[in-house]
């Protein structure tokens, strides 16, 4: 809870790579809060007691929507779903907006690797959530020590630029707001 909150304020995209990992790791422990106590949560050795029952309440909770919601299996908690339709609203609005140049020169460098990866896995997500679903597929990658070839680190590392700008307009838009012009 403490690391998505923190995540949720500097980097949008960050977070939600983060809440999918824990969506994840939920599943890999059943959904048992008492196992999730012991092999995840008793590991914050810097975390006050309640600072450690506020985590195991909020991973009660994430338990909770997951069961409700159908997800115990597979899927994204709607709190999530929600987060990438903003960030897919936010950047067609900059897309159509001639106020942001840079991010539409950016979307057009990634674009043929989206349309790669689209052609190659569910054509029903949004662009937004592609590139979302690549990065996450690439840190499990990683995480698993698995080899990455020179040119998926190449798309990688313009997605993940291109990302990151949609990321840091999407909490400059909450904070104060964006201009979009006369466009909208």
Not at 111 to 123: A, M, T
Not at 134 to 155: F, N, S
Request: aromatic share 10%; proline share 2%.
């Amino acid at each position: 809870m403490f690391i998505a909150k923190e995540l949720r304020k500097t980097s949008i995209a960050e977070y939600l790579l983060y809440m999918w990992q824990v969506e994840d790791m939920i599943r890999a422990m059943g959904c048992s809060l008492p196992l999730i106590k012991k092999a995840y949560v008793s590991k914050f050795t810097d975390y006050t007691e309640e600072q450690k029952e506020e985590e195991l309440d909020w991973f009660g909770n994430l338990v909770r929507m997951l069961n409700e919601e159908g997800k115990r299996e597979q899927g994204h908690l709607n709190i999530n779903t929600i987060v990438v339709k903003d960030m897919a609203d936010l950047h067609s609005r900059m897309l159509q907006s001639n106020k942001f140049p840079i991010y539409s020169a950016e979307y057009y460098k990634v674009l043929p690797f989206i349309v790669e990866l689209r052609n190659r896995g569910d054509k029903d997500v949004n662009e937004i959530e592609t590139c979302l679903d690549v990065l996450y597929g690439i840190m499990l990658l990683r995480i698993q020590k698995k080899e990455i070839t020179p040119e998926t680190e190449h798309a990688i590392k313009e997605i993940s630029t291109f990302i990151g700008l949609l990321s840091d307009y999407y909490i400059k838009d909450e904070k104060e707001g964006l201009d979009f012009g006369e466009d909208e």
